[in-house]
């Protein structure tokens, strides 16, 4: 299947169609939502940074780097925005905040197909 080749556009296609269903509970909580963003932003930094340590501590080769600094650094929120929906007296709060750290997610991985090639390389000590 097609969307098995690609991840993140699927995911984009997913949360274009949940931001469209949603859009009016979660504008509501924009404030919530940006004030989030700022620890989803560093977690999005400092988490392929700690998993390749962790890596190169367990001596993995380059694939074995990239995949767990990769995995360190994604989780798939959009798993869990059922969820957030159910949460009594969470709409609009919680899935605002969800959408808002799969949004910073999407667009890291983005980023992380070519940084952490380059991370995997770099000689850091």
Same mark, same amino acid.
């Given at each position: 299947?097609?969307l098995?080749l690609?991840?993140?556009?699927a995911?984009?296609l997913?949360?274009?169609l949940v931001?469209?269903?949603?859009?009016?509970?979660? %504008?509501?909580?924009?404030?919530?939502?940006?004030t989030a963003?700022?620890i989803y932003?560093?977690?999005a930094?400092?988490? *392929?940074?700690f998993?390749?340590l962790?890596?190169r501590?367990?001596r993995?080769?380059?694939?074995g780097?990239?995949a767990v600094?990769f995995?360190?650094?994604t989780r798939?929120?959009l798993?869990?925005?059922?969820l957030?929906?159910?949460?009594?007296?969470?709409v *609009?709060?919680?899935?605002?905040?969800v959408?808002t750290q799969?949004?910073?997610e999407?667009?890291s %991985?983005l980023v992380?197909?070519?940084?952490i090639?380059?991370?995997?390389?770099a000689?850091?000590?």
């Open positions: 299947m097609a098995g690609l991840p993140v556009p995911t984009a997913v949360l274009f931001l469209a269903a949603v859009m009016p509970q979660i %504008e509501q909580a924009a404030g919530a939502a940006l963003a700022p932003l560093a977690y930094v400092v988490a *392929p940074v998993g390749w962790v890596a501590t367990g993995l080769d380059v694939g780097m990239r600094a995995s360190a650094a798939n929120s798993v869990i925005l059922p957030a929906f159910a949460v009594p007296g969470g *609009p709060l919680v899935p605002a905040v959408v799969t949004m910073i999407l667009i %991985e992380y197909v070519r940084w090639p380059r991370l995997s390389t000689r850091l000590g």
